[in-house]
Every structure is written in structure tokens, then in C-alpha cells.
Nanobody, 123 residues
Framework: QVQLVESGGGLVQPGGSLRLSCVASGSIFSINAMGWYRQAPGKQRDLVARLTTGDSPNYADSVKGRFTISRDYVKNTVYLQMNNLTPEDTAVYYC?????????????????WGQGTQVTVSS
């Protein structure tokens, strides 16, 4: 099993910054990709940013130039630096990881989600 634990959410004023972290632990052979999604009340869960191993990051248009995703490959951690936040960024932010693991010498992969962390941008 794989667990994703997020931290760093909270309440921030418009124009402020937050940094989210997500640590993956468990039976991990390799992490193929890690990313962040968000879900506002009454809306679907959408991609915010995703970083596939060996590839360039992928960002939603609404956050380009304001958010930066990065990974610590040793610590199995993904970060989301969020700057110049607006009320439209208010949502529950979920960490996601595409993880490969071994069972009886066979390699499998699965998609995992964190429990979510609330980000509220309000004055």
C-alpha cells in the first residue's frame, strides 16, 4: 500500500502565498508522476500541476506563472508553491501519485490520492 500525506493548506489573503507538500510512503518501487488537483465546492476535480519523471511540468492555464511544482525524488515528496493567490484558487487540493510496486517480482502500477488539504483565499 501507498500513502500520500499532504500539508501546508490554510487561509491566506488575496495576493499571498502558500506552499503545499505531499509525502508518499509505503511499498514504492518507483514514482512515475506526482501532481496536484483541486476541487472547489460544486465543481469537478481538476488538474492544477503535474510532474512526470523525466518530463517538463504540466500546468493548468489558470495557474501558469503563479504556481510552481517541484519534486524531491529522494524524499518522494512533491511541492506546490502558490503565489499571487486569488479567491478563485479556493478549493480542496489533492495530491496524486502514479506509483509502481513489486509483487512476486512482477511490476504493477496504481494511482493514489491524498486526503486533501483546504486552501482558502479570502480577505
Amino acid at each position: 500500500q501507498v500513502q500520500l500525506v499532504e500539508s501546508g493548506g490554510g487561509l491566506v489573503q488575496p495576493g499571498g502565498s502558500l506552499r503545499l507538500s505531499c509525502v508518499a510512503s509505503g511499498s514504492i518501487f518507483s514514482i512515475n508522476a506526482m501532481g496536484w488537483y483541486r476541487q472547489a465546492p460544486g465543481k469537478q476535480r481538476d488538474l492544477v500541476a503535474r510532474l512526470t519523471t523525466g518530463d517538463s511540468p504540466n500546468y493548468a492555464d489558470s495557474v501558469k506563472g503563479r504556481f510552481t511544482i517541484s519534486r524531491d525524488y529522494v524524499k518522494n515528496t512533491v511541492y506546490l508553491q502558490m503565489n499571487n493567490l486569488t479567491p478563485e484558487d479556493t478549493a480542496v487540493y489533492y495530491c496524486n501519485a502514479d506509483v509502481s510496486f513489486l509483487i512476486s517480482a512482477q511490476l504493477y502500477s496504481n494511482d493514489y490520492w491524498g486526503q486533501g488539504t483546504q486552501v482558502t483565499v479570502s480577505s
